[in-house]
């Protein structure tokens, strides 16, 4: 299964990593935003299933909505409100910009999102990806890694590096976790590991 946010960028960023997928699948995205729409993106075929991959796309998996600092860059915010405000709205955990999302606002819904619609597939043994946004990805890593306010406000997600959790007796285990929240840490297959799972893969079958 693949899930994104609502955000084309996102869904670029998951059909780009999937071009790397070795079983070569084809993903389809799940229309469900009406019951015409489902029906009809729904497949008949067992052979064809097998050669897809779910992609289903919920806004609740956006980036923090940053209200009437949407838009403006960094400078331009900085002259508006000033440079403390702005570092205050950004890194703190519970105080929004005016009409956004604090980072708690925005873990409300991408851990609910998470526990009501992700984690019932991993617990069927499903192998998922997530394709989000630093802030909703933050929230949801605060879940599996058990973080305070304050620890993930100080953790930092590298853009397109991937990060892998393995699910094991109802417990998240990240691979290459960072010694502390503070310290960046990603896990990432290189391309020999990638082309030795090839080989194994083509091996067993």
């Not at 980036?63 to 838009?71: D, K, N, S, V, W």
């Not at 205050?88 to 873990?107: F, H, I, K, Q, T």
């Not at 605060?142 to 620890?151: A, F, G, I, R």
């Amino acid at each position: 299964m693949i899930y994104t946010s609502a955000l084309i960028r996102a869904q670029m960023t998951a059909m780009l990593a999937i071009t790397q997928h070795r079983r070569k699948k084809v993903p389809i995205v799940l229309h469900n935003e009406s019951q015409q729409a489902e029906s009809w993106s729904q497949i008949f075929s067992q052979e064809t299933e097998k050669q897809c991959i779910p992609v289903v796309t919920a806004w609740q998996l956006n980036e923090r909505m940053y209200g009437e600092l949407q838009g403006l860059n960094k400078q331009e915010t900085a002259d508006k409100y000033g440079k403390e405000q702005v570092h205050e709205w950004r890194r703190s955990y519970d105080v929004p910009p005016p009409n956004g999302e604090s980072l708690e606002m925005c873990a409300e819904r991408a851990v609910a999102y998470f526990k009501e619609h992700i984690e019932p597939q991993l617990q069927a043994g499903k192998n998922v990806m997530i394709a989000a946004h630093g802030n909703s990805l933050r929230s949801i890593i605060m879940y599996l890694d058990k973080l305070t306010s304050q620890e993930v406000i100080s953790l930092e997600l590298s853009t397109g590096i991937p990060m892998l959790y393995i699910v094991k007796e109802e417990k998240y285990i990240r691979r290459g976790s960072p010694a502390a929240p503070s310290e960046p840490s990603v896990y990432a297959y290189t391309k020999n590991l990638a082309r030795y799972r090839q080989r194994l893969d083509e091996m067993v079958h």
